[in-house]
């Protein structure tokens, strides 16, 4: 997979199957994850923070996406009951597997 395929698979997993034990599939194990709310520098703390504090009823729809050589981009608007939001995140990937994300929005939308 290319790094927009994995990172619509990672979005799959977030927004509808909450399967997150798969996302080890696709995250290499030193993921670097930063967001407004969130920092982890490992697969497995992001995840476990994943499962510890699921986003329950929310979606998102895809506003735009593009790739390059070895990283995406994907600009959705959330939305969880009446707030929504536009967030982008982009995913860099290395053999195979996503090694870092940065999670964009402004956190007051949806606070």
């Not at 990672?10 to 969130?38: H, M």
């Not at 982890?40 to 703390?45: E, G, Q, V, Y």
Request: hydrophobic content about 40%; proline content about 2%.
């Amino acid at each position: 997979m290319n790094t927009l395929e994995l990172a619509k698979k990672y979005l799959d997993v977030f927004f509808n199957t909450q399967a997150f034990d798969s996302l080890y599939e696709i995250f290499d194990e030193a993921l670097d994850f930063k967001g407004p709310f969130l920092q982890s520098n490992s697969a497995k703390a992001y995840i476990e923070s994943l499962k510890a504090a699921p986003w329950e009823s929310c979606e998102y729809e895809i506003r735009e996406e593009y790739e390059n050589s070895n990283s995406a981009c994907i600009t959705y608007l959330f939305s969880k009951g009446r707030k929504c939001t536009l967030m982008s995140q982009q995913f860099w990937g290395r053999n195979g597997k996503i090694h870092k994300i940065r999670l964009i929005f402004n956190a007051a939308d949806i606070t």
